[in-house]
């Protein structure tokens, strides 16, 4: 009996195929003679049926496990307050966005195998010179082959505290026959290593590129077989960045890092008002809002812009804001508000070049919005919260209060939120 198997996801079919029905890759599929039950390395082996053992979980011994940390409190932050031993963190985010300077500043003094794929030894060595990290606690190599990885980590267990793949697509598994990057070898790659990690108490970060296309190291195909995933955002021409955990299983996933980058390296960012312009202005377009991170109260401003259009189709620009939940928002506006927004451009965008996920901005980019479209400035000392529902209704949103009084503290004179507006029709009295 012969298979055809695909060396870039694995999927078999009994006879030949050009283009892949699975992945869509073309001359992918190879012959694998004799494929059957009995086939494959444990050929000849039949494993006799063994019945499973089971242990009342209350027996089961609680282990506490003390976390690593990093010495970045804002990375300790997301992470729920360092590295877990035996934990394996997936960190992701766009080539050149700053990921390995991240790895390199946070590690500085823990001991730290680290694998690189992407860069020689001389380059790691010169951003490390300029970051100032402990040389003697990291360990190099570039040799990619996830096996013998493997058997020299377990050798020098007691050497080194941290594992560092930059990164996972590199790295190549000699029992399987497809290429580099390819699905199949990065799920057996992955597996290989959390399997060391969980066994012997190391903890490993795999580092992956996000595609064009939004994937994490190719396909978003490693995110169930790792601990965490962390997100390292921002854009390249500004210098903020921030990290999320959209995945944590020994913290939470509200957290937030913001880091600035500069010529040497990450700066850690508190201050709650750093993505607001220091001059303030009167221009029409422009609100503040109120958002909470975690337990963090910040704030953004945001800017839109209306300009009636040329186009039989009015354009819809996002940047930093959910693209579906600014449709869902015009139309609320055009229904309550009556304003004729099919013949306008409608642009939107967050300063700082970041993203806000929280429906907390919703009044804030509605009250832009208007202004923007009535040509009337709002002050700089006005503080938008809250979130827009269908009908209009302005919904109290989480940690309200919070962010209320830390806006009293920095010098909001006003502030709009759920508590002295019922919908978006007493925006009127505002604009």
């Known amino acids: 009996?012969?298979?055809?198997?695909?060396?870039?996801?694995?999927?078999?079919?009994?006879?030949?195929?050009?283009?892949?029905?699975?992945?869509?890759k073309w001359n992918t599929l190879t012959e694998r003679p004799d494929f059957g039950p009995h086939s494959g390395p444990s050929a000849g082996k039949k494993e006799s049926l063994k019945k499973i053992s089971v242990t009342p979980l209350k027996k089961i011994k609680t282990q506490a496990k003390s976390r690593i940390k990093t010495g970045l409190f804002e990375f300790d932050r997301v992470l729920g307050g360092g590295f877990v031993p035996g934990e394996v963190i997936l960190l992701t985010g766009e080539p050149g966005i700053g990921k390995s300077t991240l790895i390199l500043q946070s590690l500085k003094n823990i001991r730290t195998l680290y694998i690189s794929g992407e860069e020689s030894g001389e380059q790691v060595k010169n951003r490390a010179d300029r970051l100032g990290v402990d040389l003697n606690r990291f360990l190099f190599s570039s040799d990619l082959q996830v096996e013998g990885i493997i058997e020299s980590a377990r050798e020098m267990k007691d050497e080194i505290d941290i594992i560092v793949i930059d990164s996972v697509q590199t790295i190549y598994s000699k029992e399987i026959e497809g290429a580099t990057a390819s699905i199949s070898q990065l799920k057996e790659v992955t597996k290989l290593l959390v399997n060391f990690a969980k066994r012997n108490n190391v903890t490993i970060i795999l580092i992956g590129h996000i595609?064009?296309?939004?994937?994490?190291?190719?396909?978003?195909?490693?995110?169930?077989?790792?601990?965490?995933?962390?997100?390292?955002?921002?854009?390249?021409?500004?210098?903020?960045?921030?990290?999320?955990?959209?995945?944590?299983?020994?913290?939470?996933?509200?957290?937030?890092?913001?880091?600035e980058m500069t010529g040497k390296g990450l700066k850690e960012i508190s201050n709650p008002l750093v993505f607001l312009e220091e001059k303030k202005s009167l221009e029409p377009g422009k609100a503040i809002v109120g958002v909470t991170e975690g337990q963090r109260p910040l704030f953004f401003e945001i800017q839109t812009l209306a300009v009636p259009t040329v186009l039989p189709v009015p354009r819809r620009v996002v940047k930093g804001f959910d693209y579906n939940k600014v449709l869902l928002l015009l139309a609320v506006v055009r229904k309550n508000l009556n304003l004729t927004l099919d013949n306008f451009d409608i642009y939107v965008n967050v300063v700082g070049g970041v993203s806000i996920k929280s429906t907390s901005a919703d009044l804030g980019l509605i009250a832009a919005l208007i202004s923007s479209f009535k040509n009337i400035p709002l002050s700089?000392?006005?503080?938008f919260i809250g979130e827009v529902g269908l009908l209009g209704e302005i919904r109290k949103t989480y940690f309200e209060e919070k962010i209320i009084s830390e806006g009293k503290r920095l010098g909001f004179r006003k502030i709009f939120s759920s508590k002295n507006l019922n919908s978006v029709k007493d925006l009127k009295k505002v604009i």
């Open 1 to 24: 009996m012969a298979l055809f198997v695909c060396k870039n996801c694995g999927f078999g079919s009994a006879s030949w195929y050009g283009k892949c029905p699975d992945c869509g």
């Open 211 to 259: 595609t064009k296309e939004g994937e994490i190291a190719g396909p978003k195909s490693l995110e169930h077989f790792v601990d965490c995933v962390l997100n390292f955002e921002g854009e390249k021409v500004s210098n903020y960045r921030l990290i999320r955990a959209s995945k944590n299983r020994f913290g939470g996933t509200d957290e937030i890092g913001i880091f």
């Open 380 to 383: 700089p000392s006005t503080l």
